[in-house]
């Protein structure tokens, strides 16, 4: 199965947490703070520290260490606050 992580198509297994397929795909973070812009990456992966969001299929702020990758699902790198949606 595949993902497309920021526009490239990415190998990853069934049943996998889509955190640890972004722990090993370039440039290996998650996503970028909204006060200071630096990278982070999944870093609890059990969900408590939110480290790992990203935008999953349109959906921003996913936490990615609790969700199972799909194939062909779509997944950006966040960058800064989400955007609110109406």
Do not use: H, N
């Amino acid at each position: 199965m595949s993902v497309v992580i920021d526009g490239e198509t990415v190998a990853a297994s069934d049943g996998e947490m889509l955190a640890a397929v972004l722990l090993r795909t370039p440039p290996f973070y998650a996503r970028r703070t909204p006060v200071s812009d630096s990278p982070r990456a999944p870093y609890c992966l059990m969900g408590v520290c939110f480290d790992c969001l990203a935008t999953v299929d349109g959906i921003a702020s996913v936490q990615t260490c609790l969700t199972p990758v799909r194939d062909g699902m779509r997944v950006e790198r966040q960058a800064g606050l989400r955007e609110l949606t109406k």
